[in-house]
Structure formats: C-alpha cells, structure tokens
C-alpha cells in the first residue's frame, strides 16, 4: 500500500539460490516499495515473505535483513570520509575486516584516499557496489544498480552480478534496463 | 590511514566523531554559540557581581542546552537523506545500539567539550570555586540526558521538511528537569547547603534518559525508514 492506493496483490513469486530476478514496471508501479518490503523497512498489507537458508526459515523482517545486501537509490557515502574510509566504515560494520581488493574489483583503487566529495556519480555507484562485495551477504537487493553508470560501469556491475550468482547468491533487481544474466523478470 | 579492526558499535561511533570533526559545524557552532552566550549575560545585567553568581547556573544550563541542540537534528538526518541509516538498519548492529552510538558521539563531540568549557565562562559569573566545580560536575552528568532526549526528538522529526524548528518545541520541555536540578544544584552550593541531593536525583535523569531513550529512537528510526 501506498496511503489508500494498493500497490500490488496477488503477487507470489520465488528466487532461488544462483538466479537473479528483475522487477519491472512504469514509475510508480511499486519497484521500490518491493524492494523495500523484502528488506523489512515496509511491512506488506498482507501475506508474507520467507527467507530459506540452509540455518532453517525467516519470515521476521530483523532476521531477513541480516542476509541482505542494499543498494538502494542512494549511495550511502559521506563526502567528509575518503574512498577507502568509507569502504573500511562498511566492512567493519558488519564485522569484518577490509578486503583490500574491494576497490581493485570495482576500479577505485586509484581513488583510495580521495574524499568521497570528489567522486563522480558513476563512481559514487562503483564505491557503493564495492559495499555490497565487503557486506558477503547472499541476498543483493538492487534499486535501479545502472543508475548514473557509464558503459564500462554496466559491464563491470553485470560482470559482479554474474559472479555474485554464479557463487550461489541472489539477486533481485528493480531496473528498466536489461540485467544481462539470462534472469526471470517480474513484471508489476 | 585505514582505522583498527573494530566492533559495529565502535565503528559506527568512530566515524560518527570523525564527521563530527571534519564537518566543523558540530562542537565548534556548540561552543562558539555557548561562549557567545555567556558573554552577552553579564553585559546585558549589568555589573551586579552577586546577582551574575545568583544566575549563573541556570543560564549557563540553558545556554549549554541550546548549544547542543544545534546539532541535535543531523543525529539521524545526514544518514537518512544520503542512504547510510538504510545501509546501518540492515547491518548486525541493532538500531538501538545504532541510537546508543550517536548519542555517545554526540555528547563526545558537544557534551563535553560544553563541559570543559564551562569553568572558563563560570568567571564571567563571579562564581567562586565551589559553585564551579559544581556547575562543571551537573554539566558533566547531565548533558548525556541533553543527547539522549535530543535523539528522541532528532529521530521523530526525522522526515519531516525544517524538522529542526519542530524539535526544540519537542525536546525542551522533556530536559527541564535537567535544567532544574542542574541550576539547583549550583543555586544550593551558592546558599552554603550540599548539592548531593540535586545531583543525585540529575544523575537519575540522565541514567534513565541514556538507558530508555535509544528505544525510542529506535522504534521512531524503524517507523520513518517504512515511510
């Protein structure tokens, strides 16, 4: 529900580990909203959504957002940290050290100690994509993940896409354009 | 240089001062604003040296009060507005112990430094030692109850457009009773009776809004990322 107006119903669908789904639709359709209900930050109006993991199943929001990687419409960086600051702060928040190939992986090794204001929007988007590779989650939620990329930028997202579900993870994606993975698309 | 490998809580407080230091807006307005304050009393009373000493206390509470609210509303804003909170909330840490490390930095980054400050401006209030070190231990127990109130106040005006002209309206009434037992306690040393008593029941406040208060932070985070 958006206020009064129902975003969706009936919708029932289930991605399994390895695959990446794309959700599609007009703007305003509810991509986002979806998104953010499988993270737990909106509950839905009715039915639910169910986490199975080798551990047993979840259907409480807490426990599901602990597999989640998020990429939402914002970047989640902060001007004041550098580059590596900012990738370290990730890390370390989810208790773990610092992968010093993060950067390399998304070709911001270069940008190491640049504070984070310098950054273009393409590489604000690399920097918050190399998060999602330090987070180790298996679950990667995507809003719009080619938003303000550059040609290369598409490649490389879609190369750690595939590599991300090619290592048993998942993807679920809200995008208008393509994903490249040979992946199953909800249409809303 | 990349920080020690450190626990979610730490990290979260780590780079909470960090931006605190580096945004320049934080502890420099807060004592700019306080010590600003603090000189424009004594010159608007006058040269009354036994009515400065009489409101000392209160004044400078309600100045440090003021002070710290101004940073009070980008406890949660900045990391609402660029994506960080979203990021934090789907992290190991929980949100309560989120809300516990930005009132931890908050007072480390205004509180305190308020604090140490105070004596110097105690000066321009004639107030003799035993009422400064008073003033300087009220401030120091009471101004954790100031960030952690504020965090209440920060977090439920967090999507709010001008929430920051919402949250003293929100805030300020819930810190009187700081304010009073703070300024009480400087009020009784000046009348040669013991504080123990004014500070005891600031001390209660304070353990009781940094105990509470991330709860309610919480739960009013939890509320506005839904939103």
Not at chain 1, 11 to 25: D, H, I, K, P
């Amino acid at each position: 529900m958006r206020g009064d107006r129902k975003l969706f119903d009936g919708l029932s669908f289930r991605v399994t580990a390895g695959q990446a789904l794309a959700v599609e639709g007009a703007n305003g359709a509810g991509k986002t909203s979806l998104l953010r209900m499988i993270a737990g930050f909106l509950a839905p109006a009715a039915g639910r959504i169910v986490l199975k993991s080798a551990e047993g199943e979840s259907a409480e929001a807490e426990e599901r957002g602990k597999s989640i990687g998020w990429l939402g419409h914002q970047d989640g960086l902060k001007p004041q940290l550098t580059v590596r600051e900012q990738l370290d702060f990730f890390a370390h928040l989810h208790g773990r050290k610092a992968d010093a190939n993060a950067l390399e992986r998304v070709g911001l090794a270069r940008q190491a100690e640049l504070p984070c204001r310098y950054l273009s929007a393409g590489q604000r988007r690399r920097l918050a994509l190399a998060r999602l590779l330090v987070s180790e989650r298996p679950v990667w939620l995507l809003d719009e993940p080619f938003a303000a990329l550059d040609t290369a930028g598409q490649g490389l997202i879609a190369q750690l896409m595939a590599r991300h579900c090619g290592h048993g993870g998942i993807i679920i994606a809200a995008t208008h354009d393509p994903l490249g993975l040979g992946n199953e698309s909800l249409k809303l | 240089m990349s920080p020690a490998f450190l626990n979610p809580f730490g990290t979260l407080l780590l780079r909470d001062l960090k931006l605190a230091a580096r945004s320049g807006g934080g502890a420099a307005l807060a004592l700019s604003f306080f010590a600003l304050v603090a000189t424009l009393v004594p010159l608007g009373v006058g040269a009354d040296l036994k009515l400065l000493a009489r409101v000392a206390g209160g004044i400078l509470w309600v100045a440090a009060v003021l002070s710290a609210l101004l940073s009070l509303d980008r406890l949660f804003q900045g990391d609402f507005e660029d994506g960080s909170l979203e990021v934090i909330a789907l992290s190991p840490l929980a949100l309560e112990m989120t809300a516990l490390a930005k009132i931890m930095a908050h007072w480390l980054s205004t509180g305190l430094p308020l604090t140490l400050l105070s004596p110097v401006l105690a000066l321009l209030f004639n107030l003799d030692v035993a009422p400064t070190v008073t003033l300087f231990l009220s401030l120091l127990i009471g101004t954790p109850a100031v960030s952690a109130v504020g965090a209440i106040g920060a977090s439920l005006t967090l999507s709010l457009k001008r929430g920051g002209l919402i949250l003293p309206l929100i805030i300020l009434p819930l810190l009187a009773p700081a304010v009073i037992f703070g300024a009480g306690a400087v009020r009784l040393v000046l009348d040669g009776m013991g504080s123990g008593s004014a500070l005891g029941l600031l001390a209660a406040f304070s353990f009781g809004a940094v105990l509470l208060s991330p709860f309610a932070a919480a739960a009013s985070v939890r509320l506005n990322l839904g939103g």
